[in-house]
């Protein structure tokens, strides 16, 4: 059952990191109307079951104004909020106050601070450090995002025996990750990816709407058009085993999304996720309508 609704209020961002599962970046399209906002939370919360909603991008502090009257909104709606943010605003905990004092007021109830190598390198005193001493001030729930590179690591079975290398750290292998972090890792046989390993398809507790109206399950990977169709009909009419990409995926994973269409593919892969992207991203002319929009898959729209 949806209880959650994450905006991608932009697609742009002030960095381009690695990692990034939507590819966002400086010059990547795509911002939210405060109306359409507006109009798909008025739809949500006749839905009843929706109760929260979030605001990410890209880098959604880009579009201040907007975020906080999206904010404002949705406490008028009564939703629980929170934001997600690579904080590059807060450049002093006195300044981060500045950003933060207004959107308390707008509602904000809770803040995911990106803190990690592919934002910050090495650097210790980081911007989100401020944003979490400020909001530690000013009383509002935060937490930091860190995802770590990916780094090979031994793997023993449970009598100590050494079995074949593995991935470790938390990258996920979609989008800008999958051109830029894979390189040297150990694959595993195509044929052993066989379910979806982080995402609930057949009944999503929460999606994530881009400035398109795309509904996205997984990045890129769209149920339908809130600008078609609201919301609520379209979880209602939703049928996983009838849609192109998830039916599959639901019956065999990535390893049987592969068979269905007979798409060539490598004999190994880091991960379920890093097959399953690449899998569709050679399947994007063919349903563009499920896999949108182009810019996840590293490719103009
Ligand atoms: S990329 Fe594919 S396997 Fe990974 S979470 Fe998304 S739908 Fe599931």
Redesign the pocket.
Known sequence: MLNGVHFLLTYQCNFGCDHCFLYCGPGTEGVFTFDRLEEIMMDAKAMRSVDNIYFEGGEPFLYYPLLKAGLEAAQDFGFETGVVTNSYWATSVKDAKLWLEPLKKAGLSYIGLSDDPFHYGDQTDTPPKNAHRACQELGINCDYFCIDKPKVESATDRYGEKGEPIVGGSTVF?GRAVEKLVQGLPMKDWQGLTS????I?DDPNRVHIDPFGNVHV?QG?VIGNVFEQPLSKLMKSFNPEAHPIIGP?MKG??AQLAREYSIPHQERYVD??HF??TLRKSLLDEFPQFLSPRQVYGLPN
Do not use: A, D, I, V
């Open positions: 979609k979806c390993t982080r995402e398809l997984c990977l995926l994973g990535p379920e996720c399953c992207y």
